[in-house]
């Protein structure tokens, strides 16, 4: 068994999605068109773990780490190397090293080269819920959550979008993120508590960002309409009561001037009687 130490470059990143086949270069032009019969192929990843080994022609099985017997091919027309069923274990940093037998007790590396292998598992489409109980009321909160699924790697945020009346604000809530300890796929929740909107039809929809450039996934939207009756028993609750405390408020006022007034009608009574004695 060889292994060799890493080189510096970061190589060339290489996408695939989960459980798929992944074809792993090993940019070797062979410009020299030199016989297979003449060269050792060894992979290995993050210069710890052997993932194929091809010598003089041959390959050679007895060295390879546990977790890629029977899932690696080696095509050597085009120097490729493909891994079977890509799990999210399997990222990391792949080194091809390509050695030419230049005698019987010696060899050369004539060729190195790099890629990182980088996994994709597609997130389920973001739903929302109410997590509210009864009818929205006017004036009262609305409770909602948007939970993603089965993606990876980690999303970078989820936003909460909402529309009404051709207007859309945007706002950022906490996300809280856990990882199956089995798959290593990524589970996503995040919520919202905001006022029952005083808009009488409002769209609520939340959007999950990915990182990888991989774009973003949008919910279906949850159409929000407050009942008109509604609105104006919520305008009637409001209102009923300070409209009663006004008319109160402006009677005992009202009372108060008459009292006044009358008690100086009969000061002014007293006092014309006293001047008259």
Not at 47 to 60: D, F, L, M, W
Not at 167 to 184: F, G, L, R, W
Request: hydrophobic share 40%; net charge neutral.
């Amino acid at each position: 068994m060889i292994f060799f130490p890493g080189i510096a470059a970061s190589g060339h990143p290489v996408k695939a999605f989960l459980h798929h086949t992944v074809h792993l270069s090993c940019h070797f032009p062979n410009s020299q068109k030199i016989d297979i019969n003449n060269l050792i192929i060894f992979w290995q990843k993050d210069t710890i773990k052997v993932v194929h080994e091809v010598y003089y022609g041959q390959e050679k099985h007895e060295n390879l780490s546990p977790e890629y017997v029977n899932r690696t091919k080696m095509d050597m027309g085009k120097w490729t190397l493909q891994l079977l069923h890509a799990g999210v274990e399997d990222e990391g940093r792949y080194e091809c090293i390509i050695m030419q037998k230049r005698s019987e007790q010696s060899r050369e590396v004539i060729h190195r080269s790099e890629c990182s292998l980088h996994i994709i598992a597609n997130y389920s489409q973001p739903e929302i819920a109410e997590l509210h109980s009864g009818e929205l009321k006017p004036n009262g909160y609305l409770n909602l959550s948007c939970s993603s699924s089965g993606g990876y790697p980690e999303p970078k945020e989820m936003t909460w979008l909402i529309s009404y009346e051709n207007i859309t604000h945007s706002t950022t809530a906490h996300m809280d993120v856990s990882q199956d300890a089995v798959t290593k796929l990524y589970n996503v929740t995040s919520k919202l508590n905001i006022l029952v909107p005083t808009q009488r039809h409002t769209n609520i929809s939340c959007l999950l960002h990915l990182k990888e450039q991989l774009g973003s996934l949008v919910s279906v939207p949850l159409d929000i309409e407050i009942q008109v009756k509604e609105m104006k028993q919520a305008e009637i609750n409001f209102f009923g009561p300070l409209i009663v405390v006004v008319i109160l408020i402006t009677s005992a006022l009202l009372l108060g001037f008459v009292i006044l007034k009358k008690k100086r009608n009969i000061l002014s009574t007293n006092q014309s009687v006293s001047l008259a004695v």
